[in-house]
């Protein structure tokens, strides 16, 4: 259905949680590195549960390289920077819709040169951000809606 894409992830139970959203709905998984823990860890494979042999996971060195795989696909950055929220945006399978790390965001850097493809979920002012997992649930399940839950039952 759709790529999500990891920036640099932190924590292991978030993206135990995002592997299980991905295999449930039919999504891919990009991890960018350096990951902030072993995908060995316990605490990774417990989020994610009994459904790793069901997740397509991809990893790359850099956001650089994901992009280099896939230069003709959409991307859309989710940051609390943006103007544009994602309800305003039409997701088409095959998109990869990119978060940052836990603790920082994708970085400036990238925010920059995609400021065109940057979404926001809104939320109060003044306060930091939604957990990434749910986040990522909340735009994917968007998508699904958009898309009349396509390949779901």
């Not at 590195?33 to 417990?46: A, E, I, M, Q, T």
């Not at 994610?48 to 790359?60: N, S």
């Not at 940051?79 to 998109?95: I, L, M």
């Not at 995609?114 to 306060?127: A, E, T």
Request: aromatic content about 12%.
């Amino acid at each position: 259905m759709f790529n999500i894409v990891l920036v640099q992830p932190e924590i292991p139970q978030n993206t135990g949680n995002i592997s299980r959203t991905c295999a449930v709905t039919g999504c891919a998984l990009h991890l960018v590195r350096p990951l902030g823990f072993s995908v060995d860890d316990r605490y990774l494979k417990r989020a994610g549960l009994d459904y790793w042999d069901e997740l397509q996971i991809h990893y790359y060195d850099s956001f650089d390289e994901v992009e280099a795989a896939y230069p003709d696909s959409k991307f859309f950055l989710f940051t609390t920077h943006a103007e544009r929220n994602y309800s305003d945006v039409k997701f088409c399978p095959g998109d990869f819709l990119v978060f940052g790390k836990e603790t920082a965001g994708l970085g400036q850097d990238i925010i920059k040169r995609r400021w065109g493809d940057c979404v926001r979920i809104p939320m109060r002012k003044n306060l930091r951000s939604l957990n990434l997992s749910n986040s990522v649930a909340i735009a994917v399940y968007e998508g699904l809606r958009q898309n009349s839950f396509l390949g779901l039952v």
